[in-house]
């Protein structure tokens, strides 16, 4: 129904499509400028950076497009239209994850593999099936871990009930320090967003791997390629989650 709601206004649904592109492109644009004052940035060049960056934004925009509505959640939970997808035969994060869908979320997905795929052809790698699988499970995998996140945040908004920016700073804000290497961060933040939220596994830990560069951590090697079972229980956690923040639920004015 939002779809051919969008469709209805053509025009207007590519205005905001070229918006949103453009937006996100500024993220770009921004490291493009730093190094044209640097030739490395800890370490990586631009064409490894912009690798991190399309991998990033890609796997971001396909969790945003799909399950980004979960950050409305607290809104229904004060006003209590959350009643109405409950009396509904239908999964209630299902009915979330289709209200008010954003087509015009592509966008970012669209910038996202156009910068992933420049730097894949600037990249002087010695390519193989094992990377190129690798390449792929990170943009799919990454989806999924950053869908948890927007779904976890969501569900916890059922106790908190206004908890949208504490859930961004994990969703946009993740997104946003994966586009960097990890070198230039902190050792005790790498060691958060690898053991705590594993964001690390969007990209960092995997293109490490691709890109043939040492771990910061030096964790084993085999923790490369954990992303796909790290989703997976990201997965189950967050289905718990959610249905303990549905159980939790009282209706409006309790």
């Not at 409950?86 to 994850?97: F, K, N, Y």
Request: proline residues 4%; charged residues 15%.
């Amino acid at each position: 129904m939002w779809v051919r709601s969008t469709m209805a206004y053509r025009t207007s649904f590519v205005i905001m499509l070229v918006v949103s592109f453009a937006t996100t492109f500024l993220d770009f644009a921004a490291i493009v400028i730093m190094f044209s004052h640097v030739k490395e940035l800890g370490g990586f060049s631009l064409p490894e950076v912009a690798f991190l960056y399309g991998t990033s934004n890609v796997a971001f925009g396909l969790a945003d497009l799909l399950l980004g509505q979960a950050e409305r959640i607290g809104r229904r939970v004060r006003d209590g239209t959350l009643d109405v997808l409950l009396t509904r035969p239908v999964p209630v994060l299902s009915q979330v994850a289709a209200d008010r869908f954003a087509l015009r979320r592509l966008g970012r997905i669209c910038q996202g593999g156009l910068v992933l795929g420049w730097s894949l052809v600037r990249l002087d790698l010695d390519w193989s099936v094992g990377k190129v699988l690798l390449t792929v499970s990170m943009v799919l995998c990454g989806g999924a871990i950053f869908g948890c996140v927007f779904v976890l945040g969501g569900a916890f908004q059922f106790w908190a009930q206004d908890a949208t920016e504490v859930q961004s700073a994990f969703t946009y804000g993740g997104t946003t320090m994966l586009q960097y290497p990890p070198t230039v961060f902190a050792e005790d933040l790498v060691r958060g967003v690898t053991f705590v939220v594993p964001l690390a596994f969007v990209n960092w830990l995997p293109a490490l791997r691709v890109l043939g560069r040492d771990d910061p951590l030096g964790l084993p090697g085999w923790v490369d390629f954990a992303a796909p079972a790290v989703a997976l229980l990201c997965c189950a956690v967050t289905g718990l989650a959610w249905r303990a923040g549905l159980r939790a639920y009282r209706s409006t004015g309790s």
